[in-house]
């Protein structure tokens, strides 16, 4: 009778045992398969943001093209303008429309405040850009003041 009770008390154990290693191994897979997901999203991160520090070293050079563009008023210039900004596009950068809309710390830096509508951007100073829906460059712009003199 005590072999059979302690025959009963090591295959308990043995099962408690089991049961506790394939619960570990399930957790190991589990982390295991999060830990794939999160690498192959911080691979894509890598490869959509990869160009940033280069596109935004462009983005001096398009700014100049325009400025450039506005005196000239070449139409060659303009089209290369375009096939430029059509480039940059396919790269996934989009600007920041600002002008007219209200003050957003977050897309935009206030430059100057003047007279106009409370909190409106009234001037872009200098566009900014999105790249793949995150800020690359802040717009830096004018705002209103109502009390500014």
């Not at 957790?27 to 935004?56: H, P, T, W």
């Not at 059509?86 to 007279?115: R, Y």
Request: with cysteine; hydrophobic share 40%.
């Amino acid at each position: 009778m005590i072999k059979i009770m302690t025959k009963k008390i090591k295959e308990k154990e043995f099962k408690l045992k089991v049961e506790d290693l394939t619960n570990k191994w399930k957790r190991a897979l589990a982390d295991y398969a999060n830990l794939e997901k999160r690498v192959g999203q911080e691979k894509s991160d890598f490869v959509k943001y990869a160009n940033a520090c280069l596109i935004d070293k462009l983005l001096g050079v398009l700014d100049d093209l325009e400025r450039a563009e506005a005196h000239l008023k070449s139409e060659g210039l303009s089209l290369a303008l375009s096939q430029f900004r059509s480039v940059l596009k396919t790269e996934g950068v989009e600007e920041i429309k600002v002008e007219g809309e209200n003050f957003d710390p977050e897309k935009m830096d206030c430059s100057e405040m003047v007279k106009g509508a409370k909190n409106k951007v009234i001037k872009v100073v200098q566009k900014g850009y999105f790249l793949n829906q995150k800020i690359l460059r802040p717009a830096k712009v004018k705002v209103g003041s109502p009390s500014k003199v």
